[in-house]
């Protein structure tokens, strides 16, 4: 079993940066594929972005494409975002997960979502 937990959340001005993580534990997480999503109220969960398991790709979402940047630290059994130039539109709920095969893209193809951690960018 795999337990995620997510943190580096907080309030930012637009134009910031903020960094987040996802420890895990229970289990390596050097043999998977992981991702971010991100929910924001009254919307469904979305794709940010994945890496694969050496970290030799990398997938974004269009939308933070050039802003956010996925990584890894296998040794620390963690995964990074560091997200730059924020947006009022980046504000939601991030979370991290375990990819289990199908699509990258898609909430239900990952498993062992950690309880998120809140990012708000003020105008």
């Known amino acids: 079993q795999v337990q995620l937990v997510e943190s580096g959340g907080g309030l930012v001005q637009a134009g910031g940066s903020l960094r987040l993580s996802c420890v895990a534990s229970?289990?390596?997480?050097?043999?998977?594929?992981m991702g971010w999503f991100r929910q924001a109220p009254g919307k469904e969960r979305e794709f940010v972005a994945a890496?694969?398991?050496?970290?030799?790709?990398?997938y974004y979402a269009d939308s933070v494409k050039g802003r956010f940047t996925i990584s890894r630290d296998n040794a620390k059994n963690t995964v990074y975002l560091q997200m730059n130039s924020l947006k009022p539109e980046d504000t939601a709920v991030y979370y991290c997960?375990?990819?289990?095969?199908?699509?990258?893209?898609?909430?239900?193809?990952?498993?062992?979502w950690g309880q998120g951690t809140q990012v708000t960018v003020s105008s």
């Open positions: 997960a375990r990819f289990t095969g199908g699509s990258r893209y898609t909430p239900s193809d990952y498993a062992y």
């Open positions: 229970g289990r390596t997480l050097s043999i998977y594929t």
């Open positions: 890496i694969t398991q050496s970290g030799g790709r990398e």
